[in-house]
């Protein structure tokens, strides 16, 4: 497969297409970014790195890093975790106050903020310094020191994360938050504040379409068994209330973030980041998606 002419046929036909959408702005730092950037880079299982446009550019990742946080958690609390975040696709916005009050401060799925919190907050319990922790580990899924936390995006989110904070003490009300919520809501928005390219990103995704095993770190980060487990959730609840949407039309498991990113993988086969910012009505990037989407159609196999 030559995935250095398919990913380039996808740009053009992406950047003809003309998709208009709109730069998150409820964290001022992220309104900033220049809404016509794009980049696609694909990892093949061997390393191997093909490239488009700005796809080395570094970008904030935001809740793409729910997927690396939750396989941080993921062997250390074993079925657990289970017990505290539950595993159904939402359909409500990610960071909705009624559906945890509604479900008694148990979240639906990790990928919603409520349900990233807990897992946070499982890190911070864990870990004496949990946010170089996350960047230890994220780096070594690159196989390289590429992780970057955007002081100026942490500082913006951290001053408007009033309803973040209002989820955690939901959480905390429901005795389902073990850590004080300053220090939880720090390690939180440093891992959203986490800059990297859409090559960095394929990288770290690499392991979940390889089994559990990561040729950049060279060794076993999850057995086949959870690296399954990550990737059904990525599927069922990778895009907010616009994941049904997203197996329609792309049919990957994959997970996006408001700075216009998306990780995604082709089990068996390659791992792929996309990013361009311009959002749409859900908070997914219009333009990654529709590349995505192209992406799928042009290949000749499937997962379905
Ligand atoms: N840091 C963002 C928030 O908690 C992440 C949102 C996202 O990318 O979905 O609101």
């Given at each position: ?84 975040v539950n595993v159904e696709p939402s359909g409500n916005p990610f960071n909705s106050i009624a559906q945890l009050e509604y ?52 500082k913006s989110e951290l001053a408007h994360s009033e309803r973040n904070t209002a989820l955690a003490y939901f959480l905390k ?122 992406l799928t159609d042009k290949l000749q196999f499937s997962l379905f």
């Amino acid at each position: 497969m030559d995935y250095q002419s398919l990913i380039e046929e996808v740009y053009d036909e992406v950047k003809h297409q003309n998709l208009k959408g709109k730069v998150a702005d409820y964290i001022p730092e992220l309104a900033k970014v220049d809404g016509s950037k794009f980049g696609i880079a694909l990892v093949d299982l061997d390393g191997q790195v093909y490239g488009v446009g700005d796809y080395r550019e570094p970008f904030s990742i935001q809740s793409i890093s729910k997927v690396h946080t939750l396989t941080m958690v993921f062997h250390a609390f074993k079925s657990k975790l289970w017990s505290r975040v539950n595993v159904e696709p939402s359909g409500n916005p990610f960071n909705s106050i009624a559906q945890l009050e509604y479900e008694k401060g148990i979240p639906r799925n990790p990928f919603i903020n409520a349900g990233a919190l807990v897992i946070t907050d499982a890190l911070v319990s864990k870990y004496k310094d949990p946010i170089k922790q996350t960047i230890e580990y994220v780096d070594e899924l690159a196989g390289t020191h590429c992780v970057r936390i955007d002081e100026e995006v942490k500082k913006s989110e951290l001053a408007h994360s009033e309803r973040n904070t209002a989820l955690a003490y939901f959480l905390k009300a429901y005795k389902n938050f073990e850590n004080p919520v300053e220090e939880v809501m720090e390690a939180y928005v440093s891992q959203c504040a986490i800059e990297m390219s859409c090559e960095e990103l394929a990288k770290t995704f690499s392991f979940l379409a390889n089994n559990g095993y990561s040729v950049f770190a060279k060794k076993q980060i999850l057995t086949e068994t959870h690296a399954k487990r990550v990737n059904a959730l990525m599927l069922t609840c990778g895009f907010y209330d616009e994941s049904g949407e997203f197996a329609f039309r792309v049919g990957m498991p994959g997970k996006s973030g408001v700075g216009g990113g998306i990780g995604a993988i082709m089990p068996g086969k390659f791992s792929i980041g996309v990013w361009s910012p311009e959002l749409n009505e859900k908070g997914n990037s219009e333009k990654s998606i529709k590349a995505l989407e192209l992406l799928t159609d042009k290949l000749q196999f499937s997962l379905f």
